[in-house]
Structure formats: structure tokens, C-alpha cells
């Protein structure tokens, strides 16, 4: 009985279709090299016994994204074949450059025609700035890199950078969780060398989701680059905790609060706060949420105004209530129902109790037609001197996406640059290959 069950199972075994093998595909090569700051180029070469009919590249980085941060492309020059060697190239002047220190990871995923499948284990690469010799100094959560001045030019600025990060603290809160990189280039032309579509007068680039600052200071600007530091110290953690996919936090409150994270606020600014209240001509914080006005003047006192706001909120209210302001924006609330829930009043009654403070005139509610704020991708910062109000051509314009950028006046620039103080966010930077990787977005410094 065993033998003729034996046989049966045998002869089954024999009438059914051979299974067939998966190829094996053999990585002969699998690379990546990085030209910084311009792109990124990925190598492969595989072999298979069947033909390889399909290569596709996924690529991320390190970044801190909103949704899918994964992009997945085929090289152009891919060719069927036993053999095959392809190559591709991530443009970064056409999706926005990357700070220095980024880590870039990727994977291979190859099939051939006999079914056979394979993915490559995950590579990083870290994308440096070559052209430097960097010095490095560190002192938790800071990592200082830079390569003119001495080392007590960098020690000066860590100083201010340590200090900044506990203003932040004091008046908000937030304790930060992670590290920052901190790049000081020795002058602005350096600075721009190193990142893509910066305007020519930009003197700092803040990366909150990378947690990347890229600063121009000469050792003979240490004054302008302790509060260009702190500044953007600022965007990068405030930018990393309230980081959201609605992106609901007000212009007045992250600038701000960076402003405020600087120290004592520039003469210029309070002469400039002073003169709106005696003369009545405030702008409603209304005004104040998206983006600040086009016109240098009022740009201006926008960054004033911002300030004493949040100076305003955290001397009357304690950072207790700012960090839960910041709890609301975090979890996508509106501004008005942020500080609702908050404060007990709306941008309306902020505006009235803040006024009340600093004995201004109750607001008419209107803003000058030529006030209105500028939906651009590089809403400004106020520069260290106060403009004039008809210096049209002031640094402190906002610039459209296809704007020339405008050059500062002899009198906002201070050493031959322009001003510390003017900041943007631009909205998200690019989408690579086929649209499957949206960039997170720069905090955009420029001075």
C-alpha cells in the first residue's frame, strides 16, 4: 500500500509544471556622487542571466517632510539588456538646493524577464561643501562649522547662538530635541556660491526642516552676526515645532519671536514703533498674518510691530501661554482660533489690548492700499537702519518669483551688504522627477 501511494505521489509530482527559478541579478556597481551644491548623480550597473527590463530609482532625504518624502524615478537612458549600466541626475537648480551636512539616502529596484526581483539595500551619501576648509566646534545642540576668523571669532558666535536658545526657551517654552548645523561663509558672494536662487543681496539661509543655518559674517561683523544667528536659530526651532502640513503660523509670530530671540531690539525699530503711535498709522494685525507689505516703510514697521507683539503676549501672558499659542498653530488651527482659545480674544482683540499697552489710538481697521501684503515667495525682514518712506528701491522689497532682486540703498547697507533682517519663506521649493517628491521648504534669510 506504501509503495503504490509512493508511486501515485510520483507520478504527480512528475505531470506538474517545473517551477521556475528566479534569475539571480548580480549589483556591479551602485553609486552616488554629489557636485554641491548643483546635483546629485546616482550609478547603476547589474547583470542578470534574463534580461533586465526594468530599473527604478527611490531617493529621500533626512529632512523633515510633510507627507510622502519618497521620490521614484527611471533613468532616461535605461536599455533592456543582460547588462545594463544607467545613471541619473537629480537637478537641484531646477528643486532647490540643499544646506550642506544633508544625508541623502537611495535604493535600486530591478526586474527581468523571468520575474526575478531586486532591491537594493538602502545607501546614503552626506552632501558636503568641498570647496572649504571648514573648522568645526560644537556645543550641544549646535554644530559650528567655519573657515575664516579666529577661534575666538567662532566662540563669540556659539555665545550667541547658546544664548539665543535660551531666549527661545524663556519666552516660548520650547525646548529643542535634536541638532543644528550652523554654516558661516566669510562674506555673502561665498555664501550664495554654495546655495541656488538666493537673491545677490542675501547674506543667510535658514532650513528649519533640515535643520540647517548658512550665515555670511566676516570676522569684522561679529555685532551683525550674533543677531543674524539668533535670528535664524529661531526659524529652525520654531520652524521644527510647529512644523505641520496646514502651515498655519502666522508672519507676526514667527518673525516675531526671531526678532525677539535677537535681544534688545534695534533703536531704529522703537523710533519706527513710536512714530506710527503718535502719528496713528499702526497697521491691524490683520495685516500682519501672511506675508508683510512691499513697500519698505511698512515693511518695516511690520517687523516693529511684530516684535512688540510678541513682546506684548509674553510679558503680559508668560511663555506658558505662548507655547500653547504655538500647540495651536502646530495642530493647525486658525489664528483666530488659536488665540481664541489661548487668549480669550482674536486678532481684533489683540489688537485692541496690545494698542491699549503701549498707548496707541484705537485701529481704524484699514490698511494703505499700498500696504497690502505681497503674496510672494519671499515675504521680507526688517533691515537694521530704518528707511526711508520713499526709498522704493530699499533691500526690504518683496520679491515676485520672477522679480530681479532689488539692491539695498547706500543707506540700509552697512559694510558694502546689505542689512541683517530680511527673511522669507518660500513656499514649497520644487518637485523632483515626475512630481513624486515634494521638497520641504528654506526659510530664506537674506542680509
Known sequence: MKTLLFAVLSGMLALSPARVRPAQIDIARNEAEASFPNAITFYLTASSPASIESVELEFGTDATACGESTARVVPDDFVPGTTVATEWTWDLRRTGALPPGTEVWWRWIVQD??????????????????????????????????????????????????????????????????????????????????????????????????????????????????????????????????????DSTPTWVTEGLAMYAEGEPEEGLLSSLEEAVQEGTLLPVRSLSQGFSNDPYLSYLAYAQSYSLVDFLVGEYGPERMIALLDQFRQGSTEDQALQRVYAFDRDGLDAAWRTSIGAAESQGAVPAEGKPTPTPYPTFAPLGAPNAGAATSVVSALTAAATPIPATDETKPSGKAPPGLCAAPAAIGVVGLGLMLLPRAQRRAG
Not at 573657515?147 to 563669540?156: C, I, L, S
Not at 535643520?211 to 550674533?226: F, K
Request: hydrophobic share 40%; net charge negative.
Open 113 to 246: 524577464s523571468a520575474g526575478g526581483e531586486l532591491t537594493t539595500p538602502d545607501q546614503s551619501i552626506v552632501v558636503e561643501d568641498t570647496q572649504r576648509s571648514w573648522r568645526n566646534t560644537a556645543s550641544d545642540p549646535i554644530d559650528l562649522y567655519w573657515y575664516t576668523g579666529d577661534n575666538r571669532f567662532a566662540d563669540t558666535l556659539m555665545g550667541a547662538a547658546q544664548a539665543a536658545l535660551v531666549t527661545i526657551r524663556e519666552a516660548t517654552g520650547v525646548e529643542y530635541d535634536g541638532d543644528i548645523r550652523l554654516y558661516v561663509y566669510g562674506d555673502s558672494t561665498e555664501m550664495q556660491s554654495a546655495t541656488l536662487f538666493a537673491p545677490d543681496w542675501s547674506g543667510g539661509l535658514a532650513f528649519p526642516e533640515h535643520s540647517a543655518v548658512l550665515a555670511a559674517i566676516a570676522p569684522n561683523e561679529l555685532a551683525w552676526g550674533q543677531r543674524a544667528v539668533a535670528h535664524e536659530l529661531t526659524h529652525v526651532v520654531l520652524g521644527q515645532y510647529t512644523f505641520s502640513c496646514l
